[in-house]
């Protein structure tokens, strides 16, 4: 039984984080903004969110030592979703933990996922669970084809996932990913994919920020362009999803759910969700009324979501690694000259091709498909630059 926390939590409270990427980097400057003080526990003694935590356990996050001294902060929270699940609720027998245990476990898993969004009354693609090579039958797997084959646990970034378009190929694949439980999931013809960062305290206490349209290159979120470029009834429909799959799994804390567009009509098709602040979100920072993370920060302490209107268009793009020279400098002249460009780096020691390593967000008093033109056009010139 968890003990019972006075809500609201409020400042100088110490509040702690499960994890020091820069997600935990993020949350750490908005927990400090508002006067509470941070505890990270990461086994990274490099972690982006030490540097400005006011505490640092560094150590595994299943060591029970420094599980014990997390549970003295007020409230904790995750950074991503392949924390351990009893850990968190272990953690909630002694202080305020959110997102649950339970919802963390539900998005560890592509095969729970579905079936939970299948539960909340809403669509994914076909898919056919993987656990035994024997159930890629011809018969199961044709009427998935073309497809793409997806561990059921620990992918991201298009890792864990191979495209197939015969029944041998996703065979043949299954081996390649080590014979893991698997989610053989059928191709859809996408319009776009947006996404919805949910933030909610309870049924009645839930704001969503509007929908970003999601650009990726080679399976990485490249670019987030915000208001997305469909009708708002669309918009509105995706929100709704989002907080109808909220409810469902009585979430509380901030949740990104992505949803694909099919064809023309605008479809809306639920792909996945990841139980905290989100990439695709990075764009509240800096063009919205509040951000994603001062809305972890204040929801995990028992406030009501704060305002999540968009002040300006935008377009968030991600900083990847094989931007910086070899001898780890980059010019960022380009950006910083500009008074409509915002550029936020997450302090990662060793900058590698593909990880992620900061993003700017370009602002437009005019449209969205300007911010993504020039978005587009200044990320082009760090390429060039860094090559």
Known sequence: MTKAKKLPILPPAMLGILGGGQLGRMFTVAAKQMGYGVTVLDPDPHAPAAALADKHICAPFDDLGALADLSTCAAITTEFENVNAQAMRALASETRVCPSGDCVEITQNRIQEKAWIAKAGLKTAPYLPVTRAEELTDEAVEPLLPGVLKTAMLGYDGKGQIRVSTPEEARTAFEKLGKVPCV???????HSEISVIVCRLNNQQVKCFPPAENRHEDGILAYSIVPARLPDEVQQRAQAMACQLADALNYIGVLAVEIFVIGADHELIVNEMAPRP??????TLDACASSQFEQQVRIMCGLPPADTRLLSCCSMANLLGDVWLPDGKVNWQPL???PDVHLHLYG????RPGRKMGHFTVLSGQSAD????????????LQRKGK
């Open 278 to 283: 989100h990439n695709s979100g990075h764009y």
């Open 336 to 338: 910083l000259q500009r």
């Open 370 to 381: 300007i911010a993504f033109m020039l978005a587009h056009k200044l990320q082009r010139q």
């Open 184 to 190: 053989l999931e059928k191709m859809l013809n996408l």
């Open 348 to 351: 990662k020691k060793d900058a």
